[in-house]
């Protein structure tokens, strides 16, 4: 085993972000929530803002300068910018699509607490997301009843300190690292205090969007913790993995998280064997292993990324093809009621 000197690691894990670039917050609170600049910084016709501004009523556009980067200007078919850009097609009614598609309002025993399936609990820990994806399948939840206070945290640590057969806590939201590294720091202690917990998951899209929210100060309560821990990015395709990313990656891994992918699988983005073989290498190079390829959610807006069953078996059938075993993502849907992801073909 090789044994890197803290100079030498350093130098791989930079761990603040250039003193030009703004800090996270700042990133964050500055990301792009107009259609109108949205089309004009990426040079797109403006044909498109009618539109635009339909879906955004439907939900706000938001996309951070850090991924408005990584989209080619005036190419109205890059597929970061299909992730974020609102479409008219939001705007209409399907059948099967629904608002809140995985039932998660029947699973909620306390606010900001969701238990679905044995063994693993998810809280609500932040309301908002550094970027809104168009097909989230959380478009349409209610964050505002799902804001807990103090008072409300502590009905929800003590609903796990009873149960001793939860063994997982799962950070989701929103965005969990939306949330400050003072009040997550003070929520993984409480879990911590918990004898039968094992794992803390967080479930996080920021590291990709955002990298510089990998900082020393998460990084902090991160290392601080004695329960294990496992980071699942959420990343569609490989142009979403710059080198900023990568460095990210590397941080998460220096606290000892294991690092999984899922990813959706979505019309006009990544519904290709090429796409999807590309982002696994990618993916693995960057120390994260491919985890689930979850096909759509059927959530009201977000039909026109629907690939149907069939064609995502076959997909997935071709990638196996190509892939060595360890970079297959596994094909999945979540099914309201169901104990646990049902997997699709083979
Ligand atoms: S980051 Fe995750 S929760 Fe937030 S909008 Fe995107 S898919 Fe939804």
Same mark, same amino acid.
């Given at each position: ?6 100079? !030498?690691?350093?130098? +791989? ?61 005036? *190419? ?17 009614? +399907? ?14 025993? =306390?606010?900001?607490?969701? =238990? ?34 103090? &008072? /409300? ?13 939860? /063994? ?9 690292? &939306?949330?400050? %590294? ?13 004898? =039968? ?5 967080? =479930? ?27 980071? +699942? ?8 993995? *710059? *080198?900023?990313?990568? %460095? ?13 992918? /899922? ?5 006009? +983005? ?7 073989? !590309? ?32 064609? &995502? ?34």
């Amino acid at each position: 085993m090789i044994t890197r000197s803290p100079a !030498t690691l350093q130098r +791989v894990i930079p761990t603040q972000a250039s003193t030009d670039t703004p800090g996270w917050q700042a990133q964050l609170s500055g990301a792009v929530r107009d259609p109108h600049v949205l089309l004009d910084r990426l040079k797109l016709d403006p044909n498109w803002l009618p539109g635009a501004e339909r879906g955004h009523a439907l939900f706000e556009v938001r996309v951070p300068e850090a991924y408005l980067a990584r989209i080619r200007p005036g *190419d109205p078919a890059d597929p970061l910018l299909r992730q974020v850009l609102p479409l008219n097609a939001e705007t209409d009614s +399907v059948r099967g699509f629904v608002s809140d598609p995985l039932e998660e309002a029947e699973h909620s025993p =306390h606010p900001g607490l969701i =238990h679905k399936y044995p063994g693993r609990v998810l809280l609500i820990a932040s309301p908002t997301c550094a970027i809104n994806c168009r097909y989230c399948f959380r478009r349409h939840f209610p964050y505002s009843e799902n804001s807990p206070s103090r &008072a /409300q945290w502590d009905e929800v640590l003590n609903y796990l300190r009873v149960d001793p057969s939860i /063994q997982e806590a799962i950070l989701s939201g929103g965005d969990p690292l &939306a949330s400050s %590294d003072k009040r997550l720091a003070w929520l993984v202690e409480r879990l911590d205090e918990i004898p =039968h917990l094992k794992r803390l998951r967080i =479930h996080t899209r920021l590291p990709v969007v955002i990298p510089d929210r990998i900082d020393d100060a998460l990084l902090g309560w991160l290392n601080a913790t004695r329960l294990q821990k496992v980071v +699942v990015l959420h990343i569609n395709h490989a142009n979403e993995i *710059d *080198d900023a990313v990568v %460095d990210a990656c590397a941080r998460l891994r220096s606290t000892g998280a294991t690092l999984l992918n /899922q990813s959706v699988l979505l019309r006009g +983005v990544n519904d290709d064997v090429e796409t999807l073989a !590309t982002l696994s290498e990618r993916l693995f190079e960057a120390g994260v292993l491919p985890y689930y390829l979850h096909v759509l959610d059927p959530v009201t807006g977000a039909a026109h990324f629907d690939v149907p069953d069939d064609e &995502a078996i076959a997909l997935v059938d071709a990638l196996r093809e190509q892939l060595a075993g360890f970079l297959m993502p596994r094909l999945v849907r979540e099914v309201p009621g169901e104990n646990s992801k049902t997997p699709l073909g083979g």
